[in-house]
């Protein structure tokens, strides 16, 4: 089992960058696929990026691609991700995800067993 903790949220204007991180702790960090949803008001959760248990290979939400880039350290558990020219509709509580099985894609969020509490960002036009 693995615990996840988000932090790194906030309030930012339009055209900005706020970077998330995500610790974890327990098991082997390497182990998992590591991935970032988002969940707006009164819509439901979805993908924004996933990477690879090693590193090297990511995945993005087409709405985020070229502006948003997931990190991780397995030295020090952690996942980041690097937003940038954020926009209003960026506006969405961040969850840490993660999952030892999943292949391909990995962007259901069904496939993911661990989860964060999430972190709060709000983008002001």
């Known amino acids: 089992q693995v615990q996840l903790v988000e932090s790194g949220g906030g309030l930012v204007q339009a055209g900005g960058s706020l970077r998330l991180s995500c610790a974890a702790s327990g098991r082997t960090f390497s182990s998992y696929v590591m991935g970032w949803f988002r969940q707006a008001p009164g819509k439901e959760r979805e993908f924004v990026a996933r990477?690879?248990?090693?590193?090297?290979?990511?995945y993005y939400a087409d709405s985020v691609k070229g502006r948003f880039t997931i990190s991780r350290d397995n030295a020090k558990n952690t996942v980041d991700l690097q937003m940038n020219s954020l926009k209003p509709e960026d506006t969405a509580v961040y969850y840490c995800?993660?999952?030892?099985?999943?292949?391909?894609?990995?962007?259901?969020?069904?496939?993911?067993?661990?989860w964060g509490q999430g972190t709060q960002v709000t983008v002001s036009s």
């Open positions: 995800a993660a999952d030892e099985d999943c292949s391909g894609s990995c962007s259901n969020l069904e496939l993911y067993h661990y």
């Open positions: 990477i690879s248990r090693g590193g090297r290979h990511t």
